[in-house]
């Protein structure tokens, strides 16, 4: 069974730029989150999709926006990129059934963003 | 506010040794799930366990056991005969309840453990 996948894995823009992630879940699953993770701050909640719908939002500003398509892969986008969204970006999914906050999250490798 | 609290940042053991990870956890709700979730220098987390409010048994899993007890907010994690395959980054994390649905985790800032032969 094909695990979550991300891409790119590593990427590199300046300030100022716009960059798109992409995530693609485990086959079956509906649910979406997206995580920041940063040296400073750890790991943060961006957003969750469940078919094709924002559900949950984290603590982010308004450049930081996603979606999620019909097939449940999901997309993130940064607009006007900062220094300081240099991150590891994480995709995770969930399998259907687990009920709110049930957490058991599977979660790709991650996209690399360096942003100069 | 939710936090979750591991206040050891680095942990160094010889393989075989047992060590335990420590987590501390704030939260106003009744019901909530505790996580552990393991991150090897490949980048992608890695479930665990999970244990909701109401069940503080605790639990051996092979070389794994966890120490969840909300009296002290606290949801430990020990390895035990450690293996230098368990090198890894090590988080807790606490779920959030967002009214209805949908899961979002608050992580602790993770534990770097690093076994040696």
């Known amino acids: 069974k094909a695990g979550v996948t991300q891409t790119p894995r590593y990427l590199i823009k300046t300030r100022g730029q716009q960059v798109t992630l992409s995530c693609s879940p485990i086959?079956?699953?509906?649910?979406v989150s997206w995580y920041q993770q940063t040296p400073g701050q750890g790991l943060q909640f961006l957003f969750e999709?469940?078919?094709?719908?924002?559900?949950n939002k984290g603590n982010f500003p308004g450049r930081f926006s996603g979606r999620q398509f019909s097939n449940s892969r999901s997309e993130m986008n940064v607009s006007t990129l900062e220094l300081g969204d240099s991150a590891l970006y994480l995709c995770?999914?969930?399998?259907?059934?687990?009920?709110?906050?049930?957490?058991?999250?599977?979660f790709g490798e991650g996209s690399r963003l360096t942003v100069l | 506010a939710q936090k979750v609290t591991q206040a050891q940042t680095e942990i160094s053991v010889v393989e075989k040794e047992d060590v335990t990870l420590d987590c501390v956890y704030e939260?106003?709700?009744?019901?909530?799930?505790l996580f552990w979730y393991k991150q090897p220098p490949s980048g992608e987390l890695v479930f665990l366990i999970r244990?909701?409010?109401?069940?503080?048994q605790n639990e051996i899993s092979g070389r794994y056991s966890w120490n969840f007890q909300k009296s002290t907010s606290s949801f430990n994690f020990t390895i035990t005969a450690s293996q230098v395959v368990d090198s890894a980054v090590y988080f807790c994390?606490?779920?959030?309840?967002?009214?209805?649905?949908?899961?979002?985790?608050?992580f602790g800032k993770g534990t770097t453990l690093s076994v040696s032969s």
């Open positions: 244990r909701n409010s109401f069940d503080e």
């Open positions: 994390a606490l779920s959030e309840a967002f009214g209805q649905a949908g899961t979002a985790l608050i």
């Open positions: 086959s079956g699953h509906r649910s």
């Open positions: 999709y469940f078919s094709e719908t924002q559900r």
């Open positions: 939260t106003r709700d009744t019901t909530y799930y």
């Open positions: 995770a999914s969930s399998p259907p059934g687990q009920g709110a906050f049930a957490g058991e999250l599977f």
